[in-house]
């Protein structure tokens, strides 16, 4: 999707790469892709396909429109809630991120969905963890809120190499 933007101070100072703030798309923003796997494209369209599906029962088909049977319930997929739209979403344990995701008027899958009032639904959100950063319509590992590519943040580096010189300080004496 877009790349984000440095992501506050502390993202600005470490060089932030997932904190997608500034464009105006979610608590961290919106949503990039990875090139494969989790978070990839691939694995996007089989979501969107799962999400239209008869099976799934998240929509009813009448007059040509997909209409959306209960836009304030969840939608489940790899054991993780999605919703219609921020105004619906619930941050669940864990999960302490919300993603977001524009739904495009042209999508071939979502171009056609609506709610019950024949409005549009505008986004797709769900949550992420502490040390996930939003992935296509998922979450991938690393990012945490210090900002870094790596679990543990760098914010955690620093730390740890604060400890590590105060032990060495102390074994010294």
Sequence with gaps: MSSGSKGGFLGGL???KH????????????SRWSTSGVGSHSRGNTFKNMIVGA????LTYQAGKAIIRAAAGPMMWNNRPYYWGSNYYRQSPGHTNMCRMPIESGDPQFGNIYFQDNSRPR???WGCGYYEYCCGYECCRGGGSMG???????????????IIVFLARRLMF
């Design 148 to 162: 870094s590519d790596r679990i543990g943040g760098r914010g955690s580096s620093i730390g740890y190499a604060l």
């Design 19 to 30: 904190g997608h703030q500034s464009s105006g798309y979610g608590t961290r923003g919106g």
């Design 14 to 16: 470490f060089g932030r």
């Design 55 to 58: 099976a799934a029962g998240y």
């Design 123 to 125: 986004e797709i959100t």
